[in-house]
């Protein structure tokens, strides 16, 4: 039965580091950081021996962070289990390393989808290689949960290179440009390129989609309806102001709207920035345990063992915050011995 609610908006909520998110996702969080230039190691230029917690270094200082690295900012290695990671990456690199000997550097557009299921060890740096200006980097962590089915699958990650992303490009009746990069599921006659093979998203019925939006000042333009049991949230996270259903609403706003409705946007004075997450409901219980989304206690406390006793495989690298090359460009390596250049 369709909502007779004529106002689309559920809720709209601040934006902080960790975004509100409703069920399939579990997780979001947008990294800005206009990073300095680089040093020989690939880290910051700049002295970390004052005003920074190195090792948990997430309050900005001089307009960016180290996270938990050490000497590069990023997320050494660490465990998942039970859920998948999509990393849109549209500014500065990231270097990826994983308990399966897995590697790859991503970045300018690029998305990585990586199925975490029965357990693995990933870190994810920002080299900076930039040596005579700034490094600026920007992108999207999206936690995606698996079905009960799906927990103890075999981990697997997947490339989608800018290249390759198609983007719906239109214009409405004063001109104004309105661009969808459409990671995952449908907008009109445009299908996203197929996600991890074991993912939520990868049966169209549950209706998942992760676009990147890039609205022109001035630029209106209308969302299609979705199904009605599906969860949509818009998240305003660059610009002036937009208009939806003559309620004004300033940038920096989690929007939840009701997905089976048309949902028309009218952009304000500057160019805006969307990150729009959708999908069925998967109506199982989640049990979560940082790194671990499971959906039982015992299956956490199982998880704990597992990591305990295998590591998920151990740790094949040098070091926890494994780096590539310098003069490396974009690639990836997988677990059968293919590798992707770019």
């Not at 580091?17 to 979001?28: A, E, I, Q, R």
């Amino acid at each position: 039965m369709k909502h007779m609610k004529t106002n689309s908006i559920i809720s709209i909520k601040p934006l902080g580091f960790m975004w509100p998110v409703t069920n399939p996702f579990l997780f979001c969080a947008h990294h800005l950081d206009d990073f300095p230039a680089g040093n020989d190691e690939m880290g910051p230029e700049k002295s970390l021996l004052k005003g920074r917690n190195i090792g948990q270094d997430f309050n900005i200082k001089d307009g960016w962070r180290m996270y938990h690295g050490e000497t590069i900012p990023g997320f050494p290695a660490h465990p998942h289990r039970g859920f998948e990671t999509v990393t849109i990456v549209t500014k500065g690199l990231v270097d990826h390393a994983d308990s399966h000997g897995q590697a790859g550097r991503y970045g300018g557009g690029d998305v990585q989808w990586m199925t975490a299921g029965a357990g693995l060890q990933h870190s994810e740096m920002f080299p900076l290689l930039n040596k005579e200006s700034g490094n600026p980097a920007e992108l999207f962590q999206v936690w995606l949960n698996l079905p009960k089915s799906k927990k103890f699958v075999t981990p697997h990650f997947k490339m989608l290179w800018s290249e390759d992303i198609p983007v719906v490009r239109v214009t409405d009746e004063s001109e104004k440009l309105v661009e969808v990069n459409v990671i995952a599921g449908t907008l009109g006659n445009v299908t996203a390129l197929d996600p991890a093979p074991d993912s939520w998203a990868a049966d169209p019925e549950n209706e998942v989609a992760i676009w990147t939006i890039k609205m022109e000042a001035g630029a209106q333009w209308k969302i299609p309806a979705a199904h009605e049991l599906a969860n949509r949230t818009l998240y305003f996270h660059q610009g002036s102001s937009v208009k939806i259903e003559d309620q004004k609403i300033d940038s920096g706003q989690a929007i939840q709207v009701i997905a089976d409705q048309e949902l028309v946007i009218e952009n304000g004075t500057s160019d805006g920035y969307f990150l729009l997450l959708q999908g069925k409901p998967i109506n199982e219980p989640v049990v979560q345990y940082g790194p671990f989304v499971m959906n039982t206690n015992a299956e956490i406390q199982q998880a704990m063992l597992d990591y305990q006793r295998t590591e998920f495989g151990g740790w094949p690298w040098s070091r926890r915050d494994q780096v590539h090359p310098h003069e490396k460009g974009r690639f990836a390596r997988h677990q059968d011995g293919t590798e992707e250049i770019r």
